[in-house]
């Protein structure tokens, strides 16, 4: 069997006895989110597994995804009109079922690691893949500081609910969070583009003579708020817990710190600007790597292991990129060693493989211990 075994067999029973423990704060969930949701799980029979409707979400997300790079795999064109709104209906499915899930599990008695293991992890992978859906529709140019505030927000948001859960045994959301209140705004700016196109967001406001601002660029400031606020939230109670002890925190940070130094490097770095052109090619790439520490990690606080934020995945990716932006300075061109956008590519594809073997991996292994199936109910309560 080429699956690998993640959980060691001293920790299963750990597996086996965990019990989520989540707090929804959020007044726009409570109102109205939450019986949405309710409303979804009491049209379905208790027939449906919960994990079924968590993929059943993540896959329809994908479709929006996979329909920009179809339309636009340069990201340099302007989205057709519907294109926008589907992408806008798909961010309101994905966010329902991704609500439904959880509740169709205490519905039919099916809560286990493998479901939350499941729900967060599409969470992760749907943040910054709506990061690049935001990019494309609203005319987000590729410069350096739209490019590092992109990876903030696409990356870190979630990156910190889990970081707030491992210190604090609580996965919480805020009464205004990136979630619950951050998807509905997206959906709603989805659908103005979908009414006055893509370039609406070009349109700039003069504040004054000399002065004026995009529409783009304000969205871009309300985004970046919504995300330091999400991010002080989850953060607070962590770094209180640490004392605030500056070198405790830091590292304890050492995986958000080695990817905003890849892409600071990148950024000014690169020897032929390589993101200006292929960034959400970088983003994908390293996006996958991404998600499959997140998962690691999400899998070793439920199991109750210690945790590395380093993996030989992630050190090949990233360390690949660096060392192939040292050569330039040993060529006599100027330019690295391998060729940029080739390098990108192959790790796009060792990415991809080494994130579906790893989900593959887990599902198979955490389906064997806690006797279930991962998308049907094995035992029906």
Known sequence: MLLKKYVNPQYYENLRRFKYSGQNLSILYNWFLGDMAQWVVDQLPKTVAPNLITIAGFCNLLTAFALIFILNPMFDQDLPQWASLYIAWSIFVYQTLDNADGKQARRTKQSTALGMLMDHGSDCTATWIAGLLYINAFKITFTPFNMLTAIGVSFLGFYFGVYCQQHTGVFQLGVINGVDEGLPT??????????????????????????????????????????????????????KKMNWNILTILKSLSLPITLMITFISLTYLSPTNILSKWFHIYVLTIGLQWSKMINLWQLAIITKENFSQFSFTWAMTLGSIMLNLISQFYTHDGLCYIDEVKLIFALLVFSFLSYLHCVTSIVYQLCDILDIYAFSIKYPQ
């Open 186 to 239: 997206l959906q709603f700016f989805f659908v103005v583009t979908a009414i006055m196109s893509s370039q609406f967001w070009l349109n700039e406001i003069q504040l004054t003579n000399s002065f004026s601002i995009q529409y783009n660029t304000v969205l871009l400031a309300l985004t970046i708020s919504g995300c330091i606020v999400t991010i002080i939230q989850f953060c607070y109670p962590v770094f």
